[in-house]
């Protein structure tokens, strides 16, 4: 019986890795979803308050090009992920991308939607070093901790 996976993906290379060693390593039967949580900055593009410090808004049309950068490469990593999976022989319409702005933190937001009936989650470990990685954890290690009645796999 196919198993829904879910994948967090992001612009980084461990998500990469995640989306590979999925191609590789599971059946293409198995529907995929991969999703991405992102920090939700386009709201300051559209502020126009009067409280806003001078230094802001001069430098506020300089942001918005920055978040739109930011979706463009968003984008281009969801794409790229599709392409490797259908490559690997996953059928085009057994891969989905999904996209959201942050709601309560990116872990918390992978669990959330976790919780529509996935049956695992994989994720790419991000590479901390130890000791940055015990006192402030990361995204894969909260997703861990936080599952429930849900297998997770950490892509080293």
């Given at each position: ?110 669990l959330a939607e976790a919780e ?33 009645d849900i297998s997770v796999l950490?892509?080293?």
């Amino acid at each position: 019986m196919p198993q829904k996976i879910l994948v967090a993906v992001d612009d980084s290379e461990n998500a990469q890795r995640a989306v590979a060693f999925v191609a590789k390593r599971f059946a293409t039967s198995n529907p995929v979803t991969l999703y991405c949580v992102v920090l939700d900055t386009a709201a300051l593009c559209k502020m126009d308050s009067p409280e806003l410090t001078p230094i802001f808004k001069s430098q506020q049309a300089s942001f918005c090009v920055l978040e739109n950068k930011k979706r463009e490469l968003v984008n281009a990593a969801m794409k790229k992920a599709k392409d490797k999976l259908i490559e690997a022989g996953f059928p085009a319409d057994g891969v989905t991308i999904k996209i959201e702005d942050k709601k309560r933190g990116v872990a918390r937001d992978i669990l959330a939607e976790a919780e529509k009936g996935y049956d695992l989650i994989v994720i790419g470990r991000r590479g901390l070093s130890a000791v940055k990685d015990f006192f402030l954890g990361s995204t894969a290690q909260k997703v861990f901790n936080g599952a429930k009645d849900i297998s997770v796999l950490i892509v080293n």
